[in-house]
T-cell receptor
Framework: RKEVEQDPGPFNVPEGATVAFNCTYSNSASQSFFWYRQDCRKEPKLLMSVYSSGNEDGRFTAQLNRASQYISLLIRDSKLSDSATYLCVVSSDSNYQLIWGAGTKLIIKP | NAGVTQTPKFQVLKTGQSMTLQCAQDMNHEYMSWYRQDPGMGLRLIHYSVGAGITDQGEVPNGYNVSRSTTEDFPLRLLSAAPSQTSVYFC?????????????FGPGTRLLVL
């Protein structure tokens, strides 16, 4: 089993729709969780950190479920510019290492 | 503020050749790391450093060496290139204090080994 698993997609979604991604992780000792965004042939960039209480940044909402060991990302009112690959990232139980999911590709259609 | 820079952007090597991928950051970050990204796989950690003079292995260190003589620079050396090392390489830095800090990435180096 991979340490961090994501549905690879692609998710083809009409503009304005709501889309949700899930990510599962295997290490119950993980303490830090993130969503990164990666545009085609570009470097990853932080979208948002994920906190136990959940957090929201504009149209984006992230949730953490420690009991079930999954993280979610919800995008509301999707825009064409949201088309990208979304990477789920979890800290390992050893110091200084992050474990990356393979990413979920999102395509927003007009 | 340049952030994280990487050179070269593209490189073609023949099997057995060696080369160094350069990475530099101007944010005074203690933590720097090298990843490789292959199709259908997540970023995999090659080596990382928590400060000048300190390096450690990540998930896939074989065939690569690193050194950290300054806070700013963290070069990655391929000792004897193999086709399996064809990949996109990203360098990242952060002010790591326990894992919750943003990773800032360079633009990547696309390497093809023939």
């Amino acid at each position: 089993r991979k340490e961090v698993e994501q549905d690879p997609g692609p998710f083809n979604v009409p503009e304005g729709a709501t889309v949700a991604f899930n990510c599962t992780y295997s290490n119950s000792a993980s303490q830090s969780f993130f969503w990164y965004r990666q545009d085609c042939r570009k470097e990853p960039k932080l979208l948002m950190s994920v906190y136990s209480s959940g957090n929201e940044d504009g149209r984006f909402t992230a949730q953490l479920n420690r009991a079930s060991q999954y993280i979610s990302l919800l995008i509301r009112d999707s825009k064409l510019s949201d088309s990208a690959t979304y990477l789920c990232v979890v800290s390992s139980d050893s110091n200084y290492q992050l474990i990356w999911g393979a990413g979920t590709k999102l395509i927003i259609k007009p | 503020n340049a952030g994280v820079t990487q050179t070269p952007k593209f490189q073609v090597l023949k099997t057995g050749q060696s080369m160094t991928l350069q990475c530099a950051q101007d944010m005074n970050h203690e933590y720097m790391s090298w990843y490789r990204q292959d199709p259908g796989m997540g970023l995999r950690l090659i080596h990382y450093s928590v400060g000048a003079g300190i390096t450690d292995q990540g998930e896939v260190p074989n065939g690569y060496n690193v050194s950290r003589s300054t806070t700013e620079d963290f070069p990655l050396r391929l000792l004897s290139a193999a086709p399996s090392q064809t990949s996109v390489y990203f360098c990242a830095s952060s002010s790591w204090k326990g894992g919750g800090e943003t990773q800032y990435f360079g633009p990547g180096t696309r390497l093809l080994v023939l």
